[in-house]
């Protein structure tokens, strides 16, 4: 299905250039968390189960979706607005350790929110899904990085430079209203239908 049956009808303009004071800001708060996310490491507690108890990690994010097994955020240090963080809340290495269930949700949520991203944000051309978890303490989550029209494919977008959140709040609602929308067009098409048997229930 394509996602631009889903765009919304007024999308949102992201900007794209931070002053000089935000990303002074950006720099001292990324070097604070760094240190602090690193003492977590060198302790070996994992600091994205600290962030999701204690909220004391991270500081303030920009939330699109808290659900009972699923967090989705901007990322903190986006390489492109809209750059999106979906964390995966039971502890696991990478998604090699998921049973089927969990990996149909977690991939569900992602293809969502993928969709949402593209449908919301203006000029968004394709969506990148990547996940590198890797060393010593680890914490599955998922990166969705969009790809704007105009720019090079590829792996390059990887090492695009990274940068503050630039409107998070009006950023984070364009995308979170498309993607509540998605979810529950999605529960409708799942809902069964009244006086209709399955297949399975006939052949019974």
Partial sequence: MSADLFAAADQYVPRTEASAAERAEWAQRRAAIGERVAALTGQGICYQCRELAEGDVLGPQYLIADEEDIRVVLASDPRVPGHTIVVWKPHAHDFT??????????????????????????????????????????????????RYAGTPIGSRRLLDARGPVLDGDDLAAAVRALYAGLRAFSAVRMRPRRGRRSLLDQLA
């Fill in 97 to 146: 350790e998921l049973d089927d269930q969990a990996t149909t949700r977690l991939f569900t949520v992602c293809r969502d929110v993928a969709r949402a991203l593209r449908g919301a944000l203006a000029g968004v051309d394709r969506v990148y899904q990547v996940t590198m978890c890797d060393g010593p303490v680890n914490h599955l989550h998922v990166q969705l990085i969009p």
